[in-house]
């Protein structure tokens, strides 16, 4: 089973990780001083914009930790640029056949037991598993950047599941991870009643996503592994 007490602790003391993580979340700062000053315009366009670069990071964190290099977070903007290329090529055409697939089941698919929520109930687990299949794939291409391992539907579809409870596994381990990292800093702000939107805080939070992005990578490098 994947650890995230190893991603956290390797988030935290990889090579120049204050370095990365402070450069990398100066993006991440501007997007959310966009949403918090109300520029709504603005903000959707930054947000896609910084939401693809942590895309590529992401991609190349996986990729780092699974072929053993010594970072996570990478330096290298070439490989940033090719990570992200090759992630557009292996998630948008998954999320596009699975995506319609699922849209198909569930419009004509009908449950034959009336009970309250059966067709929530329904929809639901049409869409996690269309979820752990494309999560699949993108792992699966992640792990060594091979294009090709992306459509290995044969290795998908027998580990999907697998993946997608080690997923659901992580994200309580996540969340209290951030209860780790921003609580005691959201505590001083409250007990000093300064706002949680003063920038000093927001700059924290985004020093904070970049370290998700981090322990991420790792646990799903970790999970690529088994």
């Known amino acids: 089973m994947a650890s995230i007490v190893d991603a956290f602790n390797e988030a935290l003391s990889e090579n120049m990780a204050i370095a990365k993580i402070s450069l990398y979340a100066i993006p991440v700062y501007i997007v959310l001083h966009l949403f918090i000053v109300g520029r709504m315009s603005e903000f959707y366009c930054f947000a ?102 992306g459509f290995n539907y044969a290795t998908i579809f027998e580990s999907c599941m697998d993946v997608f409870i080690g997923f659901l596994f992580f994200i309580p381990q996540l969340l209290l991870a951030n209860v780790v990292l921003i609580g005691p800093i959201a505590y001083l702000f409250s007990y000093f009643k300064v706002p949680f939107t003063h920038w000093g805080f927001i700059a924290y939070c985004s020093a904070v996503i970049i370290i998700n992005v981090s322990i991420l990578s790792n646990y799903m490098a970790q999970t690529a592994y088994e």
Not at 83 to 99: D, E, T
Not at 105 to 124: A, G
């Open 48 to 149: 896609i914009i910084v939401g693809v670069f942590l895309l590529g990071l992401l991609t190349q964190g996986i990729n780092n930790v699974r072929t053993n290099q010594r970072e996570i977070l990478t330096f290298n903007l070439l490989k940033l640029v090719k990570a992200i290329g090759y992630s557009f090529i292996v998630v948008v055409p998954q999320l596009l056949i699975f995506g319609t697939i699922g849209s198909l089941i569930v419009k004509n698919v009908s449950i034959p037991i009336e009970l309250p929520h059966v067709p929530l109930i329904f929809q639901i687990i049409v869409w996690s598993i269309i979820f752990a299949i494309v999560l699949t794939s993108y792992l699966s291409f992640a792990k060594y950047l091979k294009i090709l391992q």
